[in-house]
Nanobody, 123 residues
Framework: HLKLVESGGGLVQPGGSLRLSCVGSGETLDYKAIGWFRQAPGKEREAVQCRSRRDGPTYYLDSVKGRFTVSRDNARNTVYLQMNNLEPEDTAVHYC????????????????WGQGTQVLVSS
């Protein structure tokens, strides 16, 4: 049974950076697609970015292109979301999610989710 645990969220000023971690246990993440999603208060959960071994990175939000990067450390069974030049609009609970092989921008396509980590961008 796969368990995902996110960490790395917090309060940061506009223009700052955070690196979110998603650690998997119980199964290897090596051949799975890892999606990062976020949900702001009063809004639906939206896909941010995904990375799979087969397809590489997939971007779902134009607003994060050039600022956010997904990377993997297979030895640690961990996926990271590096977020640079953060903006107040990035404030949300951020989640990692896992599905088999290929990426999808639909939250319902992912059977396994972490608990989320709060990112607050404010001066």
């Amino acid at each position: 049974h796969l368990k995902l645990v996110e960490s790395g969220g917090g309060l940061v000023q506009p223009g700052g950076s955070l690196r979110l971690s998603c650690v998997g246990s119980g199964e290897t993440l090596d051949y799975k697609a890892i999606g990062w999603f976020r949900q702001a208060p009063g809004k639906e959960r939206e896909a941010v970015q995904c990375r799979s071994r087969r397809d590489g990175p997939t971007y779902y939000l134009d607003s994060v292109k050039g600022r956010f990067t997904v990377s993997r450390d297979n030895a640690r069974n961990t996926v990271y979301l590096q977020m640079n030049n953060l903006e107040p609009e990035d404030t949300a609970v951020h989640y990692c999610a896992v599905r088999s092989v290929t990426c999808s921008g639909q939250p319902s396509a992912y059977p396994d989710w972490g608990q989320g980590t709060q990112v607050l961008v404010s001066s």
